[in-house]
Nanobody, 121 residues
Framework: QVQLVESGGGLVQPGGSLRLFCTAS????????MAWYRQAPGQQQELVAS???????TYADSVKGRFTITVDNAGNTAVLRLNKLKPEDTAVYSC?????????????WGWGQGTQVSVSS
């Protein structure tokens, strides 16, 4: 079994920065995919950024040039760097991952618990 634990959310002023961490633990051979989603009150959940095992990244248009996703395979941790934050970035940010758990090709897919990011003066 695998668990995802997120950390790093909080309150920041517009223009500020935060780092979000998503650490996978348990039976892990390698990380196939990790992603951050966010959901603001009354809004649909949206994909913010994703990264694959070969380091291919994708970003929502609204965060391109401001957010960066990286993955530390040794530490099984995905880091989302949020720069130049805007009030509209306020949301619950959740980590999603697909993890290779056995040499037979078994995978685990799941979510972390979410972390609140609030951008306000």
């Amino acid at each position: 079994q695998v668990q995802l634990v997120e950390s790093g959310g909080g309150l920041v002023q517009p223009g500020g920065s935060l780092r979000l961490f998503c650490t996978a633990s348990g039976r892990i051979l390698s990380i196939n995919y990790m992603a951050w989603y966010r959901q603001a009150p009354g809004q649909q959940q949206e994909l913010v950024a994703s990264i694959t095992g070969d380091q291919t990244t994708t970003y929502a248009d609204s965060v391109k040039g401001r957010f960066t996703i990286t993955v530390d395979n040794a530490g099984n941790t995905a880091v989302l760097r949020l720069n130049k934050l805007k009030p509209e970035d306020t949301a619950v940010y959740s980590c999603n991952a697909e993890i290779l758990t056995s040499s037979d090709g078994e995978t685990w897919w799941g979510w972390g618990q979410g972390t609140q990011v609030s951008v306000s003066s």
